[in-house]
Nanobody, 127 residues
Framework: QVHLVESGGGLVQTGGSLRLSCAAS????????MSWFRQAPGKEREFVAA????????????NYADSVKGRFTISRDNAENTAYLQMNSLKLEDTAVYYC????????????????WGQGTQVTVSS
C-alpha cells in the first residue's frame, strides 16, 4: 500500500525558513513526478512545486509556481524515497497546509490529476 507522509511544518516568522519532507513508501517513486501543493483556509488547493523525471538517467526537471520562484527549492533523494521542499524568505501568504503528491509520468498543476497524497503538514508564518 502506498503512503506519503509529510513532516517539517511549523511556526516561523516572516523571512524565515523551513524544510518540508515527504517520505514515500509502498513502492519506488524514482520515476514519479513528486509535487507539493498547499491549501490556505477558504482557498483552493494550489500547486507549489514539482520534480519530474526527465526519462534520462537521473535527470529531473523542476517546476514552480510563480509565487514561490526564487524562494522555494524542491529536491528528492531516491535512495530514501523522499522528496523535500526548502522554503526560504517565507511570507505571511505562505501560511497553509502543505501536501505532497505523486503521479506518473509527468507533473500536473491540477490536484485532481494526482494519484497519491499525504496527510499534509501545517506551515504558519507570523509577523
Amino acid at each position: 500500500q502506498v503512503h506519503l507522509v509529510e513532516s517539517g511544518g511549523g511556526l516561523v516568522q516572516t523571512g524565515g525558513s523551513l524544510r518540508l519532507s515527504c517520505a514515500a513508501s509502498g513502492r519506488t517513486f524514482s520515476t514519479d513526478a513528486m509535487s507539493w501543493f498547499r491549501q490556505a483556509p477558504g482557498k483552493e488547493r494550489e500547486f507549489v512545486a514539482a520534480l519530474s523525471w526527465s526519462g534520462i538517467s537521473t535527470y529531473y526537471t523542476a517546476n514552480y509556481a510563480d509565487s514561490v520562484k526564487g524562494r522555494f527549492t524542491i529536491s528528492r533523494d531516491n535512495a530514501e524515497n523522499t522528496a523535500y521542499l526548502q522554503m526560504n524568505s517565507l511570507k505571511l501568504e505562505d501560511t497553509a497546509v502543505y501536501y505532497c503528491a505523486a503521479r506518473q509520468p509527468v507533473y500536473s498543476q491540477l490536484a485532481s490529476d494526482y494519484d497519491y497524497w499525504g496527510q499534509g503538514t501545517q506551515v504558519t508564518v507570523s509577523s
